[in-house]
């Protein structure tokens, strides 16, 4: 029996050695830990942020489905109206992303997105019971306070899950949603508009949809964790392995305090805005398409639920590239070449699509624009990601890129107006402009960073950590010597 006890304890002991060998110690267990790690945080993060997302773009641009629904006539709007609906969202989206990203920061993700989105949700459904021009723009007025935390607040909260290489694939996914969104969200509302009830047609489309965004609510805020720290689903051996490789990358850390200096940085840093005007650039094309795609087809002389479900057509393309999007900047590692690449085809396709009156043409051309329209929006928010460093400098930088795709969809509320019916040349040509801004703002950051990965180069600095705390290592953001952009 002593001899059974004594074999026991030698092999608790030998068990606890490991345990904290691992715990400890860097070396060759680190690399199955660390797979084991992201297969678990992706398996809680991504299905649940992919769905809100999904989501979230349904909720914002169902507007445009009940239009094809015959809201507009049941409640006799005119003129301009539906654009100024459309666009009031949008004046409060723009303001509310900065804020939003410092208060995510305080509360936790965990808490954080699942409110914003019981928030818009609530009032997604509101717009069912709305009578009025007036309503509809005080609705969408609120429900921009509240979606205009979510695209920020991802990109922020997998700055501390994931190392920099990690990111692209992941927010390239998280991107792909809103298109995917756009295949499914035609033939949903087709769907929910054919329901024989007491309510007409666009309000099912309303409360249905938004009550999907509830569901979905309730499970990420029983589900996502706020840091891989303080997560429960991960072991101790794999919550040291992840906090050594992020360390390594540095990827941001949750003890991390909020920063006025880096928030004055990052709204006075020049690149900031260039990524923010790739995105908006980007944006312009994107939200025009998710609003006004049944519209644009619906132009060409298909039904009103025909275009309906014609419009999951393009919307497909985009989905198809926004995956590839997720490939390409690993076969080659250059994010300003394929933005420009995607940008210049995507001007060539508009540039099509405004000079032609063949109807076929036309749908084909809205299809292949879609396709180099999706992926630029993924990319610019991954290259961002790569080269700003900071915490608060990084979550300030992603609200300041998203925010202007907010003034994207402000701006191309109006860009293709009905009086431009049938061929919408107008939103068609503003759209390639939009495009070939991209191309130049691109090239301008590849010429740049360029210049000063070589002026570091030369200068050969080497960053002393062992002289700093980890804060004012944090606070030098992407401006530490050690630092390279990624091109």
Not at 413 to 438: E, M, T
Request: include cysteine.
């Amino acid at each position: 029996m002593a001899k059974e006890s004594a074999a026991r304890d030698s092999a608790a002991m030998s068990e606890k050695s490991r345990s904290e060998h691992e715990i400890n110690e860097p070396g060759k267990a680190d690399d199955e830990l660390i797979k084991s790690y992201l297969r678990k945080t992706d398996l809680h993060l991504l299905p649940l942020t992919f769905a809100m997302y999904f989501l979230s773009v349904i909720d914002r641009n169902n507007i445009g489905n009940a239009k094809a629904a015959g809201m507009d006539k049941h409640l006799g709007l005119h003129g301009q109206q539906f654009n100024w609906i459309i666009s009031a969202f949008f004046f409060t989206y723009i303001f509310c992303e900065v804020p939003s990203n410092i208060l995510l920061k305080r509360f936790g993700a965990r808490m954080w997105l699942p409110l914003l989105a019981v928030c818009w949700s609530v009032l997604v459904a509101c717009m069912a019971a709305a009578k009025s021009y007036g309503a509809l723009v005080a609705v969408r007025v609120l429900m921009g306070v509240f979606e205009a935390g979510y695209v920020p607040g991802f990109i922020y909260m997998t700055s501390f899950w994931y190392t920099r290489r990690q990111q692209g694939p992941r927010i390239a996914l998280f991107f792909s949603a809103g298109v995917f969104a756009g295949i499914w969200a035609g033939p949903l509302a087709a769907r929910l508009q054919a329901i024989d009830g007491k309510l007409l047609g666009y309000q099912y489309i309303f409360i249905i949809e938004a009550s999907m965004t509830v569901l979905v609510a309730a499970l990420m805020a029983l589900i996502v964790q706020d840091y891989p720290s303080t997560a429960r689903f991960l072991s101790p051996a794999e919550r040291a392995a992840a906090l050594r490789m992020l360390e390594a990358d540095r990827a941001l850390s949750p003890q991390a305090l909020y920063n006025t200096r880096q928030v004055m940085r990052a709204l006075g840093d020049w690149t900031v805005w260039a990524y923010a005007i790739i995105f908006w650039a980007a944006a312009t094309g994107g939200a025009t398409q998710a609003i006004f795609g049944p519209t644009l087809i619906k132009a060409m002389g298909y039904t009103s639920t025909r275009a309906q479900v014609l419009s999951a057509v393009p919307s497909a393309c985009g989905f198809v590239a926004q995956l590839l999007s997720m490939i390409l900047p690993r076969v080659y590692t250059h994010f300003s070449v394929w933005i420009m690449l995607f940008s210049a085809c995507a001007c060539a396709f508009y540039a099509i699509i405004a000079t032609t009156e063949n109807v076929h043409v036309r749908f084909a051309f809205l299809c292949l624009s879609n396709f180099a329209l999706s992926p630029n929006m993924p990319l610019v928010s991954v290259w961002m990601s790569h080269n700003v460093l900071g915490a608060t400098k990084k979550g300030v930088a992603a609200a300041c890129t998203v925010m202007l795709g907010g003034i994207a969809g402000l701006i191309g509320s109006h860009i293709y107006r009905d009086k431009d019916a049938p061929l919408f040349r107008f939103g068609h040509i503003f759209v390639c402009v939009c495009n070939a801004i991209i191309f130049i703002v691109a090239l301008a950051l590849n010429l740049y960073f360029r210049f000063e990965n070589r002026r570091r180069d030369r200068c050969d600095d080497d960053l002393d950590a062992a002289t700093l705390t980890p804060e004012q290592i944090d606070d030098l953001c992407d401006s530490r010597p050690d630092h390279r952009y990624s091109l």
